[in-house]
């Protein structure tokens, strides 16, 4: 059974940092890629970053240079380094992974974990 568990939310201050991970475990085939989603009161769920296998980021302007997405492929962990948080960086942050299994690729989710910047 393929699981996800994300730590490393709570309440920060504007200009403050959080570090977000999600450890994946189960059995696949194989990962092809892991990332962060967000959704905030009122809005639709956006992709924050993501990694593939090989090691290549991807980050959605608003927050380019201030997050950075990392992987453990030993440990199958991917982490979010989020620094300089704003206030509208407030989200729930969802774990994703894209994994290989007998049918074919699947999307598993995490359960989601509640980051607030307020001072």
């Known amino acids: 059974q393929v699981q996800l568990v994300e730590s490393g939310g709570g309440l920060v201050q504007p200009g403050g940092s959080l570090r977000l991970s999600c450890d994946f475990s189960g059995s696949v085939t194989s990962i092809n890629a892991m990332g962060w989603y967000r959704q905030a009161p009122g809005k639709q769920r956006e992709l924050v970053a993501s990694i593939t296998n090989g090691g290549r980021p991807n980050y959605a302007d608003s927050v380019k240079g201030r997050f950075t997405i990392s992987s453990d492929n030993v440990k199958d962990t991917v982490y979010l380094q989020m620094n300089d948080l704003k206030s509208e960086d407030t989200a729930v942050y969802s774990c994703?992974?894209?994994?290989?299994?007998?049918?074919?690729?699947?999307?598993?989710w995490g359960q989601g974990i509640q980051v607030n910047v307020s001072s």
């Open positions: 994703n992974v894209a994994a290989v299994v007998a049918d074919g690729e699947h999307i598993y």
